[in-house]
């Protein structure tokens, strides 16, 4: 088990793991939780430090304050298994998150407003509308349907010449609502046409050519 650790410890943190010193808000330890949770599933051990040396726990304060965040301030509750490990002298904690299939899993924040997060890279990031319509049409059996009309033809041609757009500029050269400018990426991203651009400072979307010439070959052969 000392190996499994090593090689934990050994890949930094990521996508799918994150590092925790230690727990002293329940609250933030939900952030992780849900952005597992809404992505693809992962790791958080505790008692290991940012650089990837070892600290240990303080105390079994530490799993009573992740049972904590997981049935006070997140929803949907979250599926998740507790281990803890003996590593280099010292007791490591390690909490596996499932990803979930009843996404946007919201944490309820000092406010008490509810607030959807998911992993990029190796951080949590607040979830904008766009992603919050993916989730939601990804739950509908029927898939989606996208028409190949004048506001799609203005993102297309903008994301062509410049390769990424934002949310209010596509709004603004299509002259169309927020929600449906928000329902066209987010059509477009779960098929793949386009990618969500995610950073701390905000988000844009960019053009998958090969996905968008297969749809293009696909509707010419019918």
């Keep these: 088990m000392?190996?499994?650790?090593?090689?934990?410890?050994?890949e930094g943190e990521s996508l799918h793991l994150d590092f925790k010193y230690c727990i002293s808000d329940s609250r933030k330890i939900a952030r992780t939780l849900a952005a597992f949770a809404n992505t693809d599933g992962g790791v958080i051990l505790i008692g290991v430090r940012d650089n990837g040396s070892i600290a240990g726990i303080r105390s079994d304060e530490e799993i009573y304050m992740v049972d904590t965040a997981v049935h006070l301030f997140c929803s949907p509750e979250i599926k998740y298994t507790i281990r803890q490990h003996d590593y280099a002298g010292k007791t490591l904690v390690e909490v596996k998150v499932e990803e979930g299939s009843e996404?946007?899993?919201?944490?309820?924040?000092?406010?008490?407003?509810?607030?959807?997060?998911?992993?990029h890279e190796d951080q949590n990031l607040l979830a904008n509308r766009v992603i919050?319509?993916?989730?939601?049409?990804?739950?509908?059996?029927?898939?989606?349907?996208?028409?190949?009309?004048?506001?799609?033809?203005?993102?297309?041609?903008?994301?062509?010449?410049?390769?990424?757009?934002?949310?209010?500029?596509?709004?603004?050269?299509?002259?169309?609502?927020?929600?449906?400018?928000?329902?066209?990426?987010?059509?477009l991203a779960?098929?793949?046409?386009?990618?969500?651009?995610?950073?701390?400072k905000g988000f844009s979307y960019e053009l998958n050519h090969d996905a968008l010439r297969d749809l293009e070959e696909s509707y010419s052969a019918l």
């Design 132 to 187: 919050l319509q993916i989730w939601k049409k990804e739950k509908k059996k029927t898939g989606v349907l996208v028409k190949f009309g004048k506001a799609e033809k203005i993102l297309f041609g903008q994301l062509t010449e410049n390769n990424h757009i934002t949310l209010q500029e596509f709004r603004r050269l299509a002259g169309i609502s927020p929600w449906r400018a928000e329902s066209i990426l987010a059509n």
């Design 190 to 200: 779960i098929l793949k046409i386009i990618s969500v651009i995610p950073s701390e």
């Design 103 to 119: 996404k946007p899993y919201r944490v309820r924040d000092e406010k008490g407003k509810w607030l959807a997060y998911f992993r």
């Design 2 to 10: 000392s190996g499994y650790i090593s090689k934990l410890i050994s």
